[in-house]
């Protein structure tokens, strides 16, 4: 038998492994172990700093992360979502070390973001901070910086992190173990401060080197800046519609007995947890009477309520509630539909991918919308149009005439914009912005975003009435949300009001509907690690039970079982 001429022969053990970036940057190499950090400082000398993660084999990861075998590695910089949470995340961890440094007996609070881009903060066991004090915070914050400290991470036992965060003074966080099913705890510590935060950090606080501090009412903002420019701050401004729904929020927590989720699920566990339904319902309810009386008392002007709000905010629902009230002192409402009004397809606008771009405000026939609102306020009968989705072009619907009982409702992403309606007298119109403007947080350094809000809610009513998987909408999630940045969140102020559309318990109503949807995604997929985030929030919930939310409730919009999914009382274009 001929022998066979063998290519393959036996090697010792390789002591190194390669990494290849994905956007063509090549493949590097170092002995195994070495940190994902080295290889991203070699392949990008000039920008290494921006770069705060990366995606291996699919996942999200930190970049202390240790190469063990060749990979290919995604970059993740601030300008990406995941990049600027973990900027965030980790600037927030820099200000509580500077602040316990310079104020120990005090304790920093994380409470609600803003629209330019920051973090509301208070400190509470001592006065607010003064202007000099502040200025100082901010100081110490940047000498921490300059020294690019080590931020060390750690998996200790639950007893030792106990006993760690009672030392410290953390009872919130001492609540919130009281429910960790696992019998560890992930840390970071810096300059000898050991804190929990759920998700990852940068490596040293070097990296952290865009960011201010600034007075707000009782409290500061900590600013960060934004992903499109990831390397400036925004124009800092003074959102005072904002700060009220913000007080009003704080004072309902103070009523409900519920300030972080550790409370939340020691009133799902002692079956208080109707009650805190119930109440949350009731605040709704309530705010919803104060907008309609206050329309009421601007009977005799207002002719048109204009709505705006962000994807899954409630609006749908809230028209429907606003509706009833009104109906209640004796006004006549009545909807139309600004997607009727949208231009013919072949004149809508393209975005950057040479998609139509149905979210801009060139979308909108905004001339014929403005000049038909005009003329129905003022009694003339109108022939509506119609916008047929088939054929993509706008045919003719009803003829509407209204009397002064009437009063107009109309819902639309654009409907704050202040060259929707320029011909129409400003006395005429009321504009409403309705979204989940705060968010039940985890602990006093732990925010769950208020979009997370609003995914979870999207995903769960997307399985449900359209069969959209959760990898489906996560996909589509960062459009909507540049989206939203563009056309929705910079005219959130030039509302009349605001209407807070979240409800404390919502995530633990939540969690049973948007566990398995998430679980199905796999981890070869890119919304992996989005799901991944996202479930890893929703562990520290414990579940609530469905039963108890009413029927009229926002939420019901999102989990079915909706009163209101069927109430139409308007005559529609």
């Known amino acids: 038998m001929e022998a066979l001429s063998l290519v393959a022969k036996p090697v010792p053990p390789r002591e ?27 392949a990008y000398p000039d920008r290494w ?53 310079l104020f120990p007996a005090a304790t920093i609070e994380i409470d609600h973001s803003l629209p330019y881009g920051g973090y509301y903060c208070q400190i509470t066991g001592r006065d607010p901070l003064s202007t000099e004090e502040l200025q ?68 040293s606080t070097g990296y952290l080197r865009t960011f201010a501090l600034a007075p707000l009412s009782a409290g500061f903002v900590l600013q960060f800046p934004r992903r499109a420019h990831p390397d400036q701050l925004e124009k800092a401004d003074r959102p005072s519609k904002l700060a009220a729904v913000f007080k009003r929020h704080a004072d309902h927590m103070h009523v409900m007995e519920v300030q972080d989720v550790g409370s939340l ?79 013919d397809r072949d004149q809508t606008p393209r975005g950057p991918d040479g998609e139509y771009d149905f979210e801009s405000f060139d979308a909108l026939d ?21 916008y047929d989705f088939v054929l993509g072009k706008r045919v003719a619907g009803s003829t509407v005439q209204i009397s002064r009982d009437h009063i107009v409702i109309a819902e639309g992403i654009h409907a704050l914009n202040p060259n929707l309606l320029t011909e129409v007298p400003p006395e ?27 995914l979870l809610r999207r995903i769960v009513r997307d399985a449900r009435d359209r069969g959209h998987t959760a990898r489906d909408t996560i996909k589509r999630w960062d459009k909507v949300r540049d989206g939203e940045n563009c056309n ?46 996202l479930l890893a929030a929703l562990e520290w919930f414990r579940p609530a039970p469905s039963e108890f939310i009413p029927e009229n409730s926002i939420l019901r919009e999102f989990l079915g079982s909706s009163s209101l999914k069927d109430f139409k009382l308007w005559v529609q274009g």
């Open 49 to 101: 700093r921006m770069i705060v993660g990366g995606i291996i084999d699919g996942k999200l990861r930190e970049l202390t992360t240790p190469i063990r075998s060749d990979c290919s590695v995604e970059p993740i910089d601030v300008s990406s979502r995941d990049g600027m949470r973990i900027y965030r995340r980790s600037l927030t961890f820099l200000l509580i070390v500077a602040a316990r440094e």
């Open 265 to 343: 699920n020691q009133a799902i566990e002692s079956k208080r947890i109707r009650e805190v339904m119930l109440v949350a319902e009731a605040l709704h309810e309530q705010r919803l009477a104060e907008i309609a009386r206050a329309l009421v008392g601007k009977r005799n002007e207002v002719r048109l309520i204009l709505i705006a709000g962000p994807s899954s905010s409630g609006k749908t629902t809230f028209s429907k509630r606003l509706a009833v009230q009104l109906l209640a002192y004796g006004l006549r409402p009545m909807a139309i539909e600004m997607d009727n009004y949208f231009v």
């Open 428 to 454: 005429r119109v009321y504009r409403i912005y309705v979204s989940a403007l705060t968010q039940l947080n985890i602990d006093r350094h732990n925010r769950v975003p208020t979009s997370d809000t609003r």
């Open 136 to 203: 100082g915070l901010q100081a110490r914050m940047r000498e921490i910086v300059n020294l690019n400290e080590l931020i060390m991470k750690a998996r200790i036992p639950l007893a030792e992190a106990r006993a760690i965060f009672e030392q410290q003074g953390y009872d919130d966080k001492l609540r919130l173990l009281n429910y960790r099913t696992k019998d560890y705890l992930t840390v970071y510590t810096v300059r000898g401060l050991t804190d929990y935060f759920y998700g990852y950090m940068v490596p």
């Open 366 to 386: 905004h001339t014929l919308f403005g000049q038909q609102v005009k003329e129905l306020t003022e009694g003339r009968a109108v022939a509506m149009p119609r």
């Open 488 to 533: 929705i969140f910079p005219y959130q102020e030039n509302a009349d009001t605001m209407f807070n559309s979240a409800l404390v318990y919502e995530q633990s109503a939540l969690k049973p509907w948007a566990e398995p949807l998430l679980r199905q995604i796999r981890p070869s997929t890119p919304e992996y690690s989005e799901a991944e985030r």
């Open 16 to 42: 190194t492994a390669q990494v290849r970036f994905t956007n063509g940057k090549g493949a590097f190499e170092a002995p195994i172990g070495t940190i994902l950090e080295e290889y991203v400082r070699a």
